[in-house]
Nanobody, 116 residues
Framework: QVQLVESGGGLVQPGGSLRLSCAAS????????MGWYRQAPGTQRELVAA???????NYADSVKGRFTISRDSAKSTVYLQMNSLKPEDTAVYYC??????????WGQGTQVTVSS
C-alpha cells in the first residue's frame, strides 16, 4: 500500500503562485510514476502533470509553461509549482501514484481557488 498526503492548496489572486506537495509513504519502492490531477465542479478529473521514476515529465497543454512538477526522492515527495495562476485553474487537486502490481493510489485532494 501507498499513502499520499497533499498540502499547499489555498486561495490566490489571478497571476499568483502556489506550490503543492504530495508526500508518499508505505511501499514507496513500488511507485513507478506520480502525478497531479484536478477536478472542477461538474467536470471530469484531468491530468495536470506527471513525473516518472526516471524523471520524465508530462504536462497538460493548458498548464505548459506555467506549472512545473518536480520530486525529492529523499523525501518521497512530489511538488507542483503553479505560477501565473488563472481562475480556470480553480479545482480540487489530487495526487496520484501508479505502482507495480497495477497499484493506483490517490490522495485526499487539496482545494486551489484562484479569485480576486
Amino acid at each position: 500500500q501507498v499513502q499520499l498526503v497533499e498540502s499547499g492548496g489555498g486561495l490566490v489572486q489571478p497571476g499568483g503562485s502556489l506550490r503543492l506537495s504530495c508526500a508518499a509513504s508505505g511501499s514507496i519502492f513500488r511507485i513507478l510514476a506520480m502525478g497531479w490531477y484536478r477536478q472542477a465542479p461538474g467536470t471530469q478529473r484531468e491530468l495536470v502533470a506527471a513525473i516518472t521514476s526516471g524523471g520524465t515529465t508530462n504536462y497538460a497543454d493548458s498548464v505548459k509553461g506555467r506549472f512545473t512538477i518536480s520530486r525529492d526522492s529523499a523525501k518521497s515527495t512530489v511538488y507542483l509549482q503553479m505560477n501565473s495562476l488563472k481562475p480556470e485553474d480553480t479545482a480540487v487537486y489530487y495526487c496520484k501514484a501508479s505502482a507495480t502490481m497495477r497499484g493506483v493510489y490517490w490522495g485526499q485532494g487539496t482545494q486551489v481557488t484562484v479569485s480576486s
